[in-house]
């Protein structure tokens, strides 16, 4: 079968366990997980998905997340939706069993439920500022990628003529990220995108050097992604206002106006001082909790980027690494936190080579441990240490370890840094960059991350199971086939801790 014939076989598997067409409200993806609106959660058959051969693990969040991995999840997308429409333009008009009326109400009560059990305002907020940047990490990869060979042309004398056109292309979209993260922020705080690019957009104009503020000139890129998020923000609401008041006679002359306006001379006048005061700190205080704190930092940012990474929250962190990629050409956070997959990658083994007979969870680590060296670390939480429970708690304990190795030279004075962020693991060493050469920087980093993945083994391995889960869960075929022993006579150990 091609690969492609695969693809939509995935997709035309997941479809009726998500409830078909009909109850497929919107479909997106990230780097890992196709992300589903859906109408009605409760026709989702959650573990005839979780048993499907390419489904890592689901998430039942604000949208439904089906965990896919890398790569995978681009290809099955498009075929997911292509399978959507024509389940859609198949149906007659006069089969829709239900209207958008009942449809709501419905789902009604469930999604209120679930409202108010997962969607805290801190997590909403958090949320919403992934949803702005994630569709920027394919070009900050690809432009980091080629940022980094052109610095390994450049530091080996090879090819001239051409590093300055590769400078360019590395460039050009860190120079203008303001307008993209101003169009995102619109849209996604629910005013004009083209509005939010355009407030956005003063911030990185070279004629804003011009202008003084607060006492001393500004410069073009004052304030970086925060200002442009605060702008876009800011112009979202007036323009809310506008169309809330304006006539609509004259709306599509006033409105505009107002709202460029605006929120235009508050981010000149305000947000790009404030913003860049805001960003200053942030380096500041990355740069003197390594320099000072190095190792227990790392410990603390390795050990919790996990449960980060589980709760879909670590996209959050997208605007600091981007601040700090601004300011030194590099973030110095993203390694320490890249020692959790690390961490993740030495408990699957321990995983692997303790259950030797449980086949199922090792036919998912042999799967995702690939991704795992890759720094993908959701098909290893959701198909093997989550759902153990205590290997999830070592795993963290690996990270925390890496962590605290690469934080340790930092206090030494050697940084170890990202010049884009996205990818981990092993995917990381084409984007590094540190203070004391790259030799030192990749030296540091690879013994982060075998610390992580010794640490998290032996963690694993010595710590992880029980007695009674290792007997559960390493049970032969033969053994799992005999009749279950009386309860009240035999009691057993639950194997989730």
């Not at 980091?144 to 052109?150: F, R, S, W």
């Not at 601004?326 to 993203?334: A, D, M, S």
């Amino acid at each position: 079968m091609s690969t492609d014939n695969k693809n939509r076989a995935t997709a035309a598997a997941i479809l009726p366990l998500v409830g078909g067409a009909a109850n497929v409200d919107s479909v997106a993806h990230c780097m890992t997980r196709l992300r589903l609106g859906l109408r009605d959660r409760t026709l989702v058959q959650d573990e005839a998905l979780k048993a499907l051969p390419d489904v890592m693990g689901v998430v039942d969040d604000e949208t439904y997340q089906i965990v896919l991995g890398p790569g995978k999840v681009a290809r099955v997308t498009p075929e997911f939706e292509e399978l959507v429409a024509e389940e859609r333009a198949s149906e007659p008009a006069t089969a829709q069993p239900l209207t958008a009326d009942e449809l709501a109400a419905q789902g009604a009560e469930l999604k209120a439920a679930r409202k108010a059990k997962n969607q805290t305002p801190v997590k909403l907020f958090l949320r919403r500022i992934a949803n702005i940047f994630v569709p920027l990490i394919p070009a900050l990869i690809g432009c980091g990628i080629i940022a980094g060979l052109n610095g390994l042309l450049i530091n080996l004398g090879w090819l001239p003529t051409v590093t300055p056109a590769l400078a360019a292309i590395a460039s050009g979209f860190m120079a203008l990220i303001a307008v993209f993260v101003g169009f995102n922020t619109a849209k996604e705080f629910g005013g004009t995108p083209i509005l939010g690019g355009a407030v956005a957009a003063i911030i990185v104009f070279p004629g804003v050097a011009n202008i003084e503020a607060f006492g001393q000139k500004l410069s073009p890129g004052q304030g970086g992604v925060l200002g442009a998020l605060g702008a876009a923000v800011l112009a979202t609401y007036i323009e809310k206002w506008c169309r809330k008041w304006v006539p609509e006679a004259v709306d599509v002359l006033i409105t505009p106006t107002l709202t460029v306006l605006i929120s235009g001379l508050v981010t000149i006048f305000g947000l790009m001082f404030v913003a860049g005061e805001v960003s200053t700190a942030i380096g500041t205080a990355a740069n003197w909790l390594l320099d000072n704190t190095g190792a227990f930092a790392g410990l603390v940012l390795g050990g919790l980027f996990l449960p980060l990474v589980m709760l879909g929250l670590h996209q959050a962190l997208i605007p600091i690494h981007t601040t700090l990629i601004e300011q030194q050409g590099y973030t110095v956070l993203l390694p320490i936190l890249a020692m959790a997959g690390a961490g993740q990658v030495g408990c699957a083994i321990a995983v692997f080579k303790h259950l030797k007979n449980n086949t199922s969870i090792r036919t998912t680590i042999k799967s995702a441990l690939p991704a795992g060296f890759l720094g993908v670390g959701e098909p290893l939480i959701y198909g093997v240490s989550l759902p153990l429970g205590r290997p999830f708690i070592t795993a963290c304990v690996g990270g925390a370890a890496g962590g605290a190795f690469v934080g340790f030279f930092s206090m030494l004075g050697d940084k170890v840094g990202s010049t884009a962020i996205g990818p981990s693991g092993w995917a990381l060493f084409p984007l590094l960059d540190g203070n004391k050469g790259l030799g030192s920087t990749i030296a540091i980093y690879a013994g982060g991350l075998l610390v992580g993945y010794v640490v998290g083994y032996l963690a694993t391995y010595f710590f992880g199971f029980s007695k009674q889960m290792l007997a559960d869960l390493n049970a032969d075929a033969d053994a799992a086939a005999e009749p279950e022993p009386d309860p009240a006579t035999h009691p057993k150990e639950p194997a989730r801790i």
